[in-house]
């Protein structure tokens, strides 16, 4: 997918128009509309303010990963001393057993979810 069509696709994932995009860019919408129809590419400090808009990384938005977690969700506190990002860091550090362990434990959570969901319904 070029970046354009990721572009077109965030904007609409959330409900934004081309003119509200272009208004948070300061640009106008026949620029918005020119990096969408792949015409034109956003300089550096463009691309850094779509991820922002979009609450995506900058490396989602150039397709270097996968993953869409953004700056704001990296510096979300899960606890008083502890970011999303202090995490995920912690998990690229463990050994196999802990990493092992750790999924164990995801199936575990992912498990106590469906069933409390289950007791909503």
Known sequence: MKLGELLTMLRKEKG?????????LHLTVATVSNYEKNVRMPNLETLVRLAD?????????????RCKTGVRALGRH????CTVGDLINTILHLDRFGIRFL????????????????NHL
């Open 78 to 81: 899960l606890s008083a001393d």
């Open 53 to 65: 808009l979009y609450d995506v990384s900058t490396d989602y938005l150039l397709q270097r990963t």
């Open 16 to 24: 934004y128009l081309q003119k509200d995009v272009a208004a948070y």
């Open 103 to 118: 999924l164990e434990c995801c199936d575990l959570l992912r498990l106590r979810s469906r069933l409390n969901d289950g």
